[in-house]
Structures are given as structure tokens and as C-alpha cells.
């Protein structure tokens, strides 16, 4: 069956303007998550949603950052006003379940480069 | 504060050598463990995962890990490595915070030589 998607796969901005990224669960799944990687370091927690609770927006870096996601559908991830330091692979993963227990099937991922 | 550590950025390994990937992590309290590798173009996957139970634990592709609370450690090994295990590993636990959140370790990329 299909995988968890992300568009675009790579993504070349300028500093200043915004950006969106966007991810397509696993169909059923109730859980996504969003994760940013950047060069030489671990996955850093941004944001997650579980089913139709209020998401945790604690991984956050600032209020440039915001996501949205539709049921138990797609979401997007927006980045106003990019900084060379949003400069990153951004990881959305999605499990069936809503616990950590649960496993995450992760997307390839969005390359994100502001110039 | 509660961490997740991958000492070896790099590791290089002889195909059909052993290898062990090191994580520890700090907590006082109970935690979730997870391996996750991530093959060349590909997105992260689970390999294994420490919930309760037996210390040992075995994954996909030969892989186990060994849950040490003493030493807050849960290091990967695999007695023969092959080619198509080259990836990068990533280590990440759940410190049970009332959250789902998980930590992620910095990642460990094996290298095999043929």
C-alpha cells in the first residue's frame, strides 16, 4: 500500500518569503507528526496531531512556524517569512494509533534551502 | 534535562564483522526505546523497539538490542553485517512526560567495506 508522501521533495526559497510543505498520512492513520532535520543533527519534534484533539505546537522554534492539518488527512506545513536557519529536511511521519508505542511510518521528506 | 546520545557519528565496518551502535540516554524515570534506520534515499523506518518486558530484543535484518537500565544504554548489534545494511541509524526514546513525543538521537551512519 502507499507510503507516507511529501511534496515538494526539494524546495529552493528566498530568505523572506514563505513556504509550504505539504504531507499525506497513511490513509487511517489517526496520528502525524512533523519533524525537522537539520544538517549533522537528530530529528527535533515540531508539532503533532492526534486525531481530533488540539495538536502539540511545542516543538515549535517561533510563531513563523504553523501547521494545519484536516481531519485525519493531509497537512501543511507553513513557514513564514523563511530564515537561512529554517534551512532543513522537514520529516512527516503518521501511526495508526495516537501512543509513542505506536510505530511511526515516516515520509522521505521535504529539502528545504533558503538562500 | 533528559537527552538521547549517539557517540559515533561514523561507523566503518568490515562486511561480515559484527557491529554495535551505542545510545544512552538520561532519564531517572521508566522510557520507551526505539532504533530507526534510514537506507540511502529512503525515509526512517522502524527496526526495533524497548516497551517492557525482555531486555532483548530483536528487530528487522538481524538487528537486536539490549536494554541496560543500570547503564541507561540500549545498544544496537548485529553478528554479521552485510552491504545493504549501510544506512544511517537514529536512536530515540520516549522519557513518558505525559506526551507522545519522541527524542531523537544526532545518528549513527554505518559504513560497510566490502
Known amino acids: 500500500g502507499a507510503g507516507v508522501s511529501q511534496s515538494p521533495s526539494n524546495k529552493v526559497t528566498e530568505k523572506g518569503k514563505d513556504v509550504e510543505l505539504r504531507c499525506d498520512p497513511i490513509s487511517g492513520h489517526t496520528a502525524l507528526y512533523w519533524y525537522r532535520q537539520r544538517l549533522g543533527q537528530g530529528l527535533e519534534f515540531l508539532i503533532y496531531f492526534q486525531g481530533n484533539s488540539a495538536p502539540d505546537k511545542s516543538g515549535l522554534p517561533s510563531d513563523r512556524f504553523s501547521a494545519e492539518r484536516t481531519g485525519e488527512s493531509v497537512s501543511t506545513l507553513t513557514i513564514q517569512r523563511t530564515q537561512q536557519e529554517d534551512s532543513a529536511v522537514y520529516l512527516c511521519?503518521?501511526?495508526?494509533?495516537?501512543?509513542?508505542?505506536?510505530?511511526?511510518?515516516f515520509g522521505p521528506g521535504t529539502r528545504l534551502t533558503v538562500l | 534535562a533528559q537527552s538521547v546520545t549517539q557517540l559515533d557519528s561514523q561507523v566503518p565496518v568490515f562486511e561480515e564483522a559484527p557491529v554495535e551502535l551505542r545510545c544512552n540516554y538520561s532519564?531517572?524515570?521508566?522510557?520507551?526505546l526505539f532504533w530507526y534506520v534510514q537506507y540511502p534515499n529512503q525515509g526512517l523506518q522502524l527496526l526495533l523497539k524497548?516497551?517492557?518486558?525482555?531486555?532483548l530484543v530483536k528487530g528487522i535484518n538481524g538487528f537486536e538490542a539490549e536494554f541496560n537500565k543500570s547503564q541507561t544504554s540500549f545498544h544496537l548489534r548485529k553478528p554479521s553485517v552485510h552491504i545493504s545494511d549501510t544506512a544511517e541509524y537514529f536512536c530515540?526514546?520516549?522519557?513518558?512526560?505525559?506526551?507522545?513525543?519522541?527524542?531523537f538521537g544526532t545518528g549513527t551512519r554505518l559504513t560497510i567495506i566490502p
Open positions: 524497548y516497551l517492557s518486558g525482555s531486555t
Open positions: 511521519a503518521s501511526s495508526f494509533g495516537e501512543r509513542s508505542t505506536d510505530t511511526q511510518y
Open positions: 530515540a526514546v520516549n522519557f513518558l512526560r505525559g506526551n507522545e513525543k519522541l527524542t
Open positions: 532519564s531517572s524515570v521508566s522510557v520507551y
